[in-house]
């Protein structure tokens, strides 16, 4: 009797197994990032960002506008590493030393921190690389690149330990202004890493998507 209650609850678990992969194949998130910091920037940018799961694969899409020209741009996604709270894009309200311009740190306290890049390796984490988008003459790119969701669940709880992907709790970051961009020495930046590198210019938050 035991034999076959167990035999009829492990059919049920594999239904609903079943049922939980077909319904994860089509899931999808996205972004419309807003700019950021414009008129330091010089120009205003934008970008739509898809993360898209079916079965172990996350394909990143990000599509971006009004960037400086030949400049390679940061992106990440930004969240808190405790609790379960939401990130928020920041609002002039985040330039607390009132230089006129948000800094990467000043959006600590609304947006949480760097978790995961979108350059040619997400799973590794790396925040300071060379292999983030850089943007066309036209002030445009498009980044595109699938990996492990598997790989990178394991990566990003090695690194937040308790958290876990939660897309739907992040928003995703641009950054880069060109060098020679003339900012007060109130602007700052990450360790060792140039201020223009880290310059917010786009956040949007991510959202569930119909498609
Ligand atoms: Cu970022």
């Given at each position: ?11 049920l ?51 971006a ?86 790989a ?60």
């Amino acid at each position: 009797m035991t034999i076959r209650m167990t035999a009829v609850t492990s059919a049920l678990a594999l239904i609903a197994l079943t049922g939980a992969a077909a319904q994860a194949a089509d899931t999808q998130w996205r972004a419309e990032l807003k700019p950021l910091n414009a008129a330091t920037a010089g120009s205003e940018a934008s970008a739509t960002a898809t993360l898209g799961v079916s079965g172990d694969t996350l394909t990143i899409r990000i599509e971006a506008s009004g960037t400086a020209p030949g400049v390679m741009h940061l992106q990440h996604f930004h969240g808190f590493t405790t609790g379960d709270g939401t990130s928020a894009c920041p609002t002039g309200a985040a330039d607390t030393n009132g230089d006129g311009i948000i800094d990467l740190i000043e959006t600590e306290p609304g947006a949480g921190i760097t978790m995961v890049p979108f350059h040619a390796n997400p799973v590794s984490l790396a925040i300071v690389a060379d292999s983030y988008p850089t943007a066309g003459a036209d002030g445009t790119y498009a980044y595109e690149q699938s990996v492990s969701l598997a790989a990178l669940e394991d990566a990003f709880g090695d690194a937040f330990p308790g958290q876990n992907l939660d897309f739907d709790r992040r928003v995703i970051f641009l950054h880069g202004v060109p060098a020679d961009t003339d900012l007060p020495n109130s602007v700052q930046s990450l360790g060792d890493v140039p201020a223009h590198v880290t310059l917010p210019i786009a956040c949007g938050t991510l959202d569930p998507a119909a498609d």
